[in-house]
């Protein structure tokens, strides 16, 4: 993809511009910092920024925000426009706790939340040192089996080579030779110009597409889901490229996808299921340990 390197700016309050990227910064910083104000002691030269409904904005409370080299300037925006967020998400907060419906309990939500950040964490440092996350060929093949009937297509798929380059790219006439060619020497050369000169190109015979994807690439009507068992082998030009194609494989509409293309999903689904299968057996050992140790009382 190529991006314009044009600046996006905004304007300062003095009339210069300022880079948008700075902006963004600001509210990343305004994303880390609320409802991070310090509790304690505080040095007497702390400074503070602001107050409403008896909470307090110290200088402090910004330490560590603010990337190094930053310009006096630029952290005193920083520092005015945060304090500006800071009083209105705070007076949003202070009405919120006074319109706390009777039937909310905030207490019970924070346990249960804090439950929750306590159990994911522990279930996070069990799966990393315990989960085995080779999935061999044999039992990718043995979950295509037992599952390949779910992975039926809803759009034509086709492994191919492809080249899109520009009708007036260096070599072209080396390139169409290459293109032609059997030798895997002139593959080796055809991939190397590829890199060079192609705006798009697909050379691994391994790789499935869908047909519209590559179809988005091609001069309206040149591909399509309905012409590409005709469209096997063909190049063609318009005003400004040259497109090379060559269907390798096509799997249609309904058919079964292969494994070669599910392959990243059903790796997913065999992991998430040796993890589900991890945690629920560390659940019953740990519900048996405390069984026997005479921890667990029902009434």
Not at 67 to 91: C, H, K, L, Q
Not at 262 to 270: F, N, P, S
Request: aromatic share 10%; proline share 3%; glycine share 4%.
């Amino acid at each position: 993809m190529v991006v314009s390197k044009k600046a996006n700016y905004e304007n300062k309050p003095d009339g210069a511009i300022r880079p948008i990227w700075f902006l963004l910064f600001v509210v990343a910083v305004f994303g880390q910092m609320l409802g991070c104000s310090k509790d304690g002691k505080r040095s007497k030269d702390d400074r503070q920024l602001g107050s409403i409904y008896n909470k307090n904005l110290y200088l402090s409370d910004l330490e560590g925000m603010l990337p190094a080299g930053i310009t006096g300037e630029d952290s005193t925006v920083i520092i005015n426009t945060f304090v500006r967020y800071w009083m209105r998400e705070t007076a949003l907060l202070h009405e919120a706790e006074q319109n706390i419906p009777s039937t909310l309990n905030i207490d019970k939500l924070v346990d249960d939340y804090r439950s929750s950040l306590i159990k994911n964490n522990y279930e996070n440092i069990v799966v990393n040192r315990l989960l085995d996350s080779t999935v061999t060929t044999a039992q990718l093949q043995e979950f295509y089996e037992k599952n390949k009937e779910q992975y039926q297509l809803e759009t034509p798929i086709l492994r191919c080579r492809f080249i899109k380059a520009p009708r007036k790219a260096p070599s072209s006439d080396k390139a169409l030779d290459w293109w032609n060619s059997s030798k895997g020497e002139d593959f080796a050369e055809l991939a190397r110009w590829c890199s060079q000169n192609a705006v798009v190109h697909h050379l691994q015979d391994s790789a499935w597409h869908k047909v519209d994807d590559l179809a988005a690439y091609m001069p309206q009507g040149t591909l399509t889901v309905n012409n590409v068992e005709n469209r096997r082998d063909f190049i063609q030009r318009d005003d400004d490229f040259v497109y090379y194609f060559k269907l390798l494989e096509l799997v249609r509409k309904k058919e079964i996808a292969p494994l070669s293309y599910i392959e990243g999903q059903a790796r997913k689904v065999i992991l998430h299921k040796r993890k589900t299968q991890l945690l629920e057996e560390l659940k019953d050992k740990l519900y048996e340990e405390a069984v026997r140790k005479n921890y667990v009382k029902v009434f």
